[in-house]
Structures are given as structure tokens and as C-alpha cells.
T-cell receptor, first 116, second 111 residues
Framework: EAGVTQSPTHLIKTRGQQATLRCSPISGHTSVYWYQQALGLGLQFLLWYDEGEERNRGNFPPRFSGRQFPNYSSELNVNALELEDSALYLC???????????????FGAGSRLTVL | AQSVSQHNHHVILSEAASLELGCNYSYGGTVNLFWYVQYPGQHLQLLLKYFSGDPLVKGIKGFEAEFIKSKFSFNLRKPSVQWSDTAEYFCAVNGYSTLTFGKGTMLLVSP
């Protein structure tokens, strides 16, 4: 079974540019979660998508946005990049949302975004 | 909102030493609790989980954790660590359908 796949592995942008990160969940999983892992800050919850809808978002500004496609893959967009957006962005998927049943998150390897 | 506190940011042990990593959470409802591990250069992996039932849960690679509801704790333990256990360990709580993580504990095991 293929795991959660993310692309690109690395991305370098300059301040003010836009970044797009992509995620393919495990086959059969409908929920996709995005997390930011910045140095020293642990994992911060960004966004949760399920069945094509945004279900919840963390404490991040609106320039962090995304969407989920009909095949349940997802993309994360970060507009007007700032230096502090440099981080590892992790995508995770679960069978359904974490609030139902004994679901767990399976993580991808992440996309490393560097903002210069 | 839920929160997770991990007591130690860095832990250094010698091989064969016993390990206990502290984790406390705050959440008003029924919780699901997790420990994830991130080995150097690898992605985050599930170590063990607690949903209900026996508060002592066993995970992979000889790790176990105990849920103590009265103390809002979910500490991770291993009787004898190995060099290969060098990694960053994250405690997490599921509330409001999202997973909230602690800031992580970096464990370095010297051979």
C-alpha cells in the first residue's frame, strides 16, 4: 500500500512569492491534514479537509489556504511568503476525520519550504 | 482548546538505560492519545496510541505508555534503550477532530 506522498520535496522561494505544495493521501482515505513543523515550534495544525470541504483551520493567517480535489488529493497554497514561513510542511491522511472512530494520522515525508 | 506539554526538550541516555518521557495534556472531553516518533531523516511514524480500555498500551519496538486520567498524563517508557532509539518523540492529543502535538523531545542514545 502506498503511503502519503508529498511534492515537491524541497522548494526555494523568495519573500512575497507564492508556494504550492501537493499531497496524495493513502488510497481510501478521505481526510487530509496539513501541519507546519518549524524549528523549535513542534507541529502546528494548519488545515483539515474532508470530502472536499475545509473542516477546520489552525491559527494561521488567511494567506495559508488550500483545497481538496475529488480524488481526495490536496494542495496547500501559501501566498505573500515571509521568511518565517520557512519550515517543513507535513501532510497526513486518515480514513475519515479524527473525531469518528479509532482513526490515526499517517504522515508523509514532508515538503521543505525555504524562503529567502 | 487542547494543549500538550512535554517535560523535556532534550534527553541524553546511555544504551541499556531506562527511558521515561513525560507528557501532560489539557482537554475537557474524552481523549485519544498518541506518541509519534521521527527518526533522523525519516518521516513521522506512529509509536503507539490510546483510545479506550487498558490504560497501559504497548507500541512498536518495546515502547509502552500509561494513561493516567487523574493526572492528565500519558508518559512514554522503555525499559532499556538502544542507540537506534535516537529520534525526536512527539506526544499528541486528539480533540475537536484535530491532533495537537507537544513540542517534542529529542532523545540521544550514546552507544
Amino acid at each position: 500500500e502506498a503511503g502519503v506522498t508529498q511534492s515537491p520535496t524541497h522548494l526555494i522561494k523568495t519573500r512575497g512569492q507564492q508556494a504550492t505544495l501537493r499531497c496524495s493521501p493513502i488510497s481510501g482515505h478521505t481526510s487530509v491534514y496539513w501541519y507546519q513543523q518549524a524549528l523549535g515550534l513542534g507541529l502546528q495544525f494548519l488545515l483539515w479537509y474532508d470530502e472536499g470541504e475545509e473542516r477546520n483551520r489552525g491559527n494561521f493567517p488567511p494567506r495559508f489556504s488550500g483545497r481538496q480535489f475529488p480524488n481526495y488529493s490536496s494542495e496547500l497554497n501559501v501566498n505573500a511568503l515571509e521568511l518565517e514561513d520557512s519550515a517543513l510542511y507535513l501532510c497526513a491522511s486518515s480514513l475519515t476525520g479524527l473525531g469518528s472512530g479509532a482513526n490515526v494520522l499517517t504522515f508523509g515525508a514532508g515538503s521543505r519550504l525555504t524562503v529567502l | 482548546a487542547q494543549s500538550v506539554s512535554q517535560h523535556n526538550h532534550h534527553v541524553i541516555l546511555s544504551e541499556a538505560a531506562s527511558l521515561e518521557l513525560g507528557c501532560n495534556y489539557s482537554y475537557g472531553g474524552t481523549v485519544n492519545l498518541f506518541w509519534y516518533v521521527q527518526y533522523p531523516g525519516q518521516h513521522l511514524q506512529l509509536l503507539l496510541k490510546y483510545f479506550s480500555g487498558d490504560p497501559l498500551v504497548k507500541g512498536i519496538k518495546g515502547f509502552e505508555a500509561e494513561f493516567i486520567k487523574s493526572k492528565f498524563s500519558f508518559n512514554l517508557r522503555k525499559p532499556s534503550v538502544q542507540w537506534s532509539d535516537t529520534a525526536e518523540y512527539f506526544c499528541a492529543v486528539n480533540g475537536y477532530s484535530t491532533l495537537t502535538f507537544g513540542k517534542g523531545t529529542m532523545l540521544l542514545v550514546s552507544p
